[in-house]
């Protein structure tokens, strides 16, 4: 199995415009991630104190457009 130091390594001595796909690979799985993690928080209702905190500003006429 190879190692993180020898990724490190094989990065570091890519050409630069390898490096930048790898890097632009990287930020898009990021990415990808983050919205899983979005979704799952989203159906799990851990984000509904959201809707009710606008809700409750609205409510309360505080609520800012954006």
Do not use: C
Request: overall charge negative; hydrophobic content about 40%.
């Amino acid at each position: 199995m190879i190692t993180a130091e020898e990724i490190k390594h094989a990065i570091e001595s890519l050409p630069e415009k390898e490096y930048v796909k790898l890097r632009k690979w990287f930020s898009e799985k990021d990415w990808d991630k983050w919205d899983e993690a979005i979704e799952l928080d989203s159906q799990s209702g851990k984000l509904d104190f959201l809707i009710e905190e606008a809700l409750a500003q609205k409510n309360k006429g505080t609520l800012r457009k954006l």
